[in-house]
């Protein structure tokens, strides 16, 4: 079993900037492609972003590429999702994700599921 807990969520103007971060109680951090998603009020969760289990491979979403950058350190059990040029449609609950598959986590099956952490993007 493996817990993720988030934080670094928050309330910020339109341009402005959050990192989020995601610690996992993993036994082996390592093992786990990484991956934040978010839902926004009365819509459905959706993907974000992923890094995979070596950090040598990202993938996001059109909606935040090249604003948003995810890393992680292996070190600290951590994953990070660095936000920039924010917008008001950037607003939502953020979840972190862990899986063992890159194709699960990508796909919206990932294995384990953090609380989540509010980002609010005021215009």
């Known amino acids: 079993q493996v817990q993720l807990v988030e934080s670094g969520g928050g309330l910020v103007q339109a341009g402005g900037s959050l990192r989020l971060s995601c610690v996992a109680s993993?036994?082996?951090?390592?093992?786990?492609?990484m991956g934040w998603f978010r839902q926004a009020p009365g819509k459905e969760r959706e993907f974000v972003t992923a890094?995979?289990?070596?950090?040598?491979?990202?993938y996001y979403a059109d909606s935040v590429k090249g604003r948003f950058t995810i890393s992680r350190d292996d070190a600290k059990n951590t994953a990070y999702l660095q936000m920039n040029s924010l917008k008001p449609e950037d607003t939502g609950l953020y979840y972190c994700?862990?899986?063992?598959?890159?194709?699960?986590?990508?796909?919206?099956?990932?294995?384990?599921w953090g609380q989540g952490t509010q980002v609010t993007v005021s215009s």
């Open positions: 994700a862990a899986s063992n598959t890159w194709v699960t986590l990508t796909g919206g099956a990932p294995r384990y």
């Open positions: 993993a036994r082996t951090f390592s093992d786990y492609a």
């Open positions: 890094i995979s289990r070596s950090g040598t491979g990202t």
